[in-house]
């Protein structure tokens, strides 16, 4: 299913990066080298600058624990994530990845130092120049991150939680940062214009301001105001808002963490940034969930081509290359879906198989290629191709733009339906035109995050009665939110708000109401 050509034989007389297992930093730097000036020089890549850090095991495990950040606030989280993947990996269960690279500006690669000197290489190709390039060119990346910015933000986010601590008390700052990763899916704008992180100083700067305005505006006749009582006694009676009030709050709102910070009668100043904080992370790493499969496929076809030009060259020792083809052989296998193993498509394999045929049709394209891509067919410079499609592509449009029926023979494709109101399965698409069409629209659809997740939205809030807050679940595809999950993360939305929440599960075509969940916040 994944072929692996072999690289030319070794040039003769060439002198290799590296003769043993042993790293060293010179031998690093000295890869390093060889491996920018074929990607550089010869792949025409484009990269952040690079800072490489070795770091142990423990440490690479650590990198797990918060979200493979370089700085990341306290939370028990982390900890219990932490005691997780380390009793796996010392009783074998799991092996640990070669690598961790952050979108940052400089690109920031954590190297292990347990690596040979060959999966060095392999890792500084892969990651300091595959996935950089992706980071820096992507148009997701580029409309919805500021990797010059991130690293600051961090900063200011370690900082701000652990001030928070000491002053208001470590249980106060867990409950809400418990509710605000509870949430954190819900805490994403899809459809919003450019918004950028900003760097340490600008976030001092905003925070100061804000203090500054409330303590200028801080009026106290408004704790001597008497409340509606009528309303607070029965607050299912409190009424919808009206057209305006909604025009006001902004609502629907899709963003419920955004929300929330920004109109939560009851969160103090403190909890609404640690909500922006949660929140600018989950904005942060919404580009990687929906470039999975091509970020991984970029990097992996770069550090193929690199490593295979450092071997033609004579950089490489031909049990060097040996250890090379046998890790990546590893990575880009995929498992038959009656393995024990198989949790469906392997992102490395797919991905890198569509780009090794994007080259393939360039180069050497069919009938049947010219016929499906006269885009690309037969244009000679794969490169171009390739820096396009990672350019302006995110993994549902990449699969239904480049998906190409020779790879869906290798993987041997094909669409079958299985419902539960039907008595028999029913195979949809085979390998035929029509049939190669409907699979490459299928698959695609499966890479579609805006589609797997949850539509959910603020439809209604009550800022000045009974204070209810209404979120609506617009139900596709009959699929409901399972029960369980859905009462704990309302109790978290509850305890954000301060007052009643209702949940309410509509069909997305008809409007009908198919369930409602309430709760109420605990004291």
């Known amino acids: 299913m994944n072929e692996i050509t072999l690289p030319k034989v070794a040039a003769a007389g060439s002198r290799p990066l590296f003769t043993s297992a042993e790293w060293s930093f010179d031998l690093i730097n000295e890869a390093y080298d060889a491996i920018a000036e074929i990607g550089l020089g010869e792949m025409g890549l484009d990269i952040y600058k690079n800072q490489i850090e070795v770091i142990t095991a423990e440490q690479m495990l650590d990198a797990y624990a918060s ?14 994530h932490f005691a997780r993947e380390e009793s796996s990996y010392k009783r074998g269960g799991r092996s640990l990845a070669y690598e961790i690279v952050i979108n940052s500006n400089p690109c920031i690669s954590y190297i292990m130092e347990e690596n040979s ?21 992507n148009y997701l990346f580029r409309q919805w991150t500021d990797a010059g910015a991130i690293l600051d933000y961090l900063a200011f986010a370690k900082a ?26 819900q805490g994403v704008s899809r459809h919003p214009g450019k918004r950028r992180t900003r760097s340490l100083a600008q976030e001092k700067e905003r925070l100061a301001q804000r203090r500054e305005y409330e303590e200028r505006t ?18 299912r009676k409190a009424a919808a808002a009206t057209p305006q009030e909604q025009r006001t709050l902004g609502t629907p709102e899709e963003n419920v ?3 929330l910070e920004k109109n939560a009668p009851k969160l103090e100043d403190w909890q609404r940034e640690i909500l922006r904080i949660v929140r600018m992370l989950a904005q942060y790493f919404y580009p990687q969930r929906q470039t999975k499969l091509m970020n991984e496929g970029c990097a992996t076809f770069v550090h193929y081509e690199i490593m295979s030009r450092l071997y033609e060259r004579g950089q490489l020792t031909e049990g060097s290359m040996l250890e090379f083809l046998h890790s990546h052989s590893s990575v880009v296998m995929q498992p038959r879906y009656d393995q024990p193993y198989f949790s469906g498509f392997n992102p490395y394999a797919l991905g890198f198989a569509m780009m090794r045929d994007i080259k393939r049709m360039v180069e050497e394209p069919t009938s049947e290629d010219r016929d499906w891509f006269p885009d690309i067919a037969g244009t000679g410079d794969f490169m171009a191709a390739l820096k396009q499609a990672w350019a302006e592509f ?7 733009q480049y998906l190409s029926p020779k790879v869906m023979r290798d993987f041997r494709l094909f669409e079958i339906s299985d419902t539960a109101g039907s008595p028999a399965s029913v195979v949809r698409a085979i390998h035929d035109d029509t049939g190669y069409k409907r699979v490459r629209r299928t698959l695609s659809s499966h890479y579609d995050v805006s589609a797997r997740d949850p539509d959910l939205q603020v ?13 609506t679940h617009h139900v596709r595809h009959g699929v409901l939110l399972d029960k369980e999950q859905c009462d704990r993360t309302l109790q978290h939305l509850a305890q954000l708000w301060g007052y ?18 309430e709760a109420l916040p605990v004291p």
């Open 257 to 259: 963490l955004y929300f």
């Open 117 to 137: 000197m060959t999966m060095q290489a392999l890792v500084l190709a892969h990651a300091a120049f595959g996935h950089n390039h992706f980071f820096k060119n």
């Open 459 to 471: 439809t209604d809030a009550d800022l000045s009665g009974a204070r209810r807050l209404v979120v």
């Open 160 to 185: 701000f939680v652990s001030e928070c601590e000491e002053r208001y008390g470590l249980d106060q700052v867990e409950a809400i940062l418990d509710s605000a990763h509870a949430l954190m899916q």
């Open 394 to 400: 995110r993994d549902d449009s990449f699969i239904l």
């Open 500 to 517: 009643r929440v209702k949940l309410v599960e509509t069909d997305a075509e008809s409007g009908k109401t198919l369930k409602e969940y």
């Open 218 to 235: 801080f009026n106290d006749i408004w704790r001597t105001v008497p409340k509606q009582a009528e309303a607070a006694a029965d607050p």
């Open 67 to 80: 979200i493979g950040m370089p700085q990341m606030y306290r939370h028990w989280s982390f900890g219990k």
